[in-house]
């Protein structure tokens, strides 16, 4: 049996279970779509409550969204890449130039940000794949190209140096409020906005898994040696993992971008920010659907709230962070999402065990 006969056959990439994950996806988004009514009925009467757990719910989804693209580049082909800030960052700041500086309507700049994030995406790939750097290695160089990226944007006074931007009133560049605007008076629009964001790259990922370039992907993953011994251009589709990633996580740059109203180099392209766009598929389930989805979902509340409980302690949301993630390697490296199938098969053992001890 080939390797590509292999994997098709381990992901059921052709068959009726591909549909399973798509079902489950349909449940969850009808949840969260009905998330800021639940909300508002848990905390009825208390109106600053209930906009900070919106703001809560957005940044969720926000890092569900960025781990989704995170894990086409890295759970699908097995590229681990420690420097995705680059591609969210160059998203962040392509907008935020184009609008300040250029009046250019939000959705335009954010569309070059993301073909812009592909480009850089490409270069990193072509000159780490073409060195054949893998694992740690390759790692290291996406970490490395970020933060070039991140020293020369300090440096540029025409990207305002160290200060950043800060996004004016829509009434500023000539647009009022509203979708073709990007800009909202209350968050609600921005949930459900993100949501958006959120179900497209989902919809992608899903069509890529279930697709020839999803085949491919994972066989690169599995073993690269062999699929390209039958004929996978591992190089190519690596480029291909590597543009498309960037490409939405440049996306998600914008919108915080355009969410938060101010973006510095210290803080898109921060070290850390590295890990807040990865850990969330590293919990949830690598080179799953549902796994950066339901791993955000668990990371980041615990952060925040830690983070606001505990603010008079620094630094704790980070170790929180990092004991999710030395937790998640050690003991549940497939993700959090595999301990149901987890559980089954625990339990037929014990029941197979109990049967045979009879």
Request: hydrophobic letters at 50%.
């Amino acid at each position: 049996m080939s390797a590509i006969e292999t994997v098709r056959d381990r992901y059921r990439t052709f068959d009726d279970g591909r549909y399973a994950p798509l079902v489950k996806g349909v449940a969850l988004f009808g949840l969260l779509a009905a998330l800021p009514t639940l909300i508002e009925i848990d905390v009825a009467g208390m109106e600053l409550a209930a906009t900070l757990s919106l703001r809560m719910l957005i940044l969720t989804v926000i890092y569900a969204y960025t781990a989704q693209a995170w894990n086409i580049m890295s759970g699908y082909t097995g590229q681990f890449s420690f420097g995705h800030a680059a591609f969210f960052g160059v998203g962040a700041y392509a907008t935020q130039a184009l609008v300040v500086d250029f009046a250019v309507n939000p959705w335009v700049g954010m569309l070059v940000g993301g073909v812009l994030a592909a480009g850089y995406g490409l270069v990193i790939g072509a000159l780490s794949f073409r060195f054949n750097l893998q694992g740690h290695y390759f790692a290291l160089a996406t970490l490395a190209f970020a933060e070039l990226l991140r020293f020369v944007v300090t440096n540029m006074s025409e990207l305002h140096g160290a200060n950043g931007y800060f996004k004016p009133f829509p009434r500023d560049y000539g647009a009022e409020y509203g979708l073709a605007a990007f800009q909202f008076q209350s968050d609600l629009p921005y949930y459900y906005l993100i949501v958006g964001f959120l179900l497209v790259v989902t919809l992608v990922s899903w069509l890529i898994k279930n697709s020839w370039v999803g085949l491919y992907f994972f066989a690169i993953r599995e073993d690269e040696r062999a699929a390209a011994s039958v004929g996978v251009p591992s190089f190519r589709y690596k480029l291909i993992g590597v543009a498309v990633s960037a490409f939405f996580t440049a996306l998600g740059g914008a919108y915080w971008s355009m969410y938060f109203n101010t973006i510095r180099p210290d803080t898109v392209f921060a070290l850390f920010k590295n890990v807040e766009l990865l850990l969330p598929a590293v919990v949830g389930g690598p080179g799953t659907l549902l796994g950066p989805i339901v791993g955000s979902f668990i990371v980041t509340p615990v952060s925040e709230v830690a983070r606001t409980t505990f603010s008079d302690i620094n630094g704790l949301d980070r170790i929180i962070y990092g004991a999710f993630l030395v937790a998640i390697v050690i003991y549940s490296p497939r993700g959090v999402v595999s301990w149901p199938s987890q559980a089954r098969a625990l339990w037929e053992r014990v029941r197979d065990d109990e049967e045979v001890s009879e």
